[in-house]
């Protein structure tokens, strides 16, 4: 067996050692079959008991896994939508009329009103009438309690003062008549 190039190959070789070619092994000759034959007629056997021949389990072929290469796609970025929460706006209240119970008192009727509890008796006597009034304006009346408890907090102080200047009076007048002698001596 000789390859392309000439070079001399030995039996069996798939390959050319000289130059590397690959070599087409030859296909056997086969007899031509007969056009006809028949079939043999199997003969008449007794049936053998044979035992059972263990056979070993094929084991499986393993094959490499392929490898495919994942297809990666970019994610497409949606911006989120905003939509704005629907806030209603409160709807602005009417003032009330005037003459009303609430309607609000006015800068210059808060100063009237500072300068009538100003009046020793009489601002005491029109902070009890009006902050009992429950006719008049609410305003008013609330202004009325505020000058009552102020003017409550104030004779509990003043009498809680003549109290303390009564009981100590005399150590006080003792005091002050001691610095006066003190200081005739000095400056006469």
């Known amino acids: 067996m000789t390859c392309t190039c000439g070079a001399a190959l030995p039996e069996g070789a798939?390959?050319?050692?000289?130059c590397g070619a690959t070599i087409a092994s030859p296909a056997p000759a086969q007899p031509p079959a007969p056009a006809w034959q028949e079939p043999p007629?199997?003969?008449?056997q007794e049936p053998v008991c044979q035992e059972p021949v263990y056979q070993e389990p094929a084991q499986p072929v393993y094959q490499q896994p392929v490898y495919q290469e994942p297809v990666y796609q970019q994610p497409m970025?949606?911006?989120?939508?905003?939509?704005?929460p629907m806030y209603q706006q409160p709807a602005a209240e009417a003032p009330p009329p005037k003459g009303s119970r609430y309607a609000p008192v006015s800068a210059g009727g808060f100063f009237g009103y500072y300068i009538l509890f100003a009046l020793p008796i009489i601002g005491?006597?029109?902070?009890i009438v009006w902050a009992k009034d429950t006719e008049?304006?609410?305003n008013r009346q609330n202004l009325a309690k505020l000058m009552?408890?102020?003017?409550?907090?104030?004779?509990?102080f003043l009498v809680l003062m003549a109290i303390f200047g009564a009981v100590y009076w005399n150590q006080f007048a003792g005091?002050?008549?001691e610095a006066m002698n003190g200081m005739q001596e000095y400056y006469p």
């Open 77 to 84: 970025y949606q911006q989120p939508v905003y939509q704005q």
């Open 175 to 177: 005091l002050f008549q």
């Open 124 to 127: 005491l006597v029109m902070s």
């Open 148 to 156: 009552l408890v102020l003017k409550i907090i104030g004779i509990v």
């Open 41 to 44: 007629q199997p003969a008449y």
């Open 14 to 18: 798939k390959f050319c050692g000289a």
């Open 136 to 138: 008049g304006s609410i």
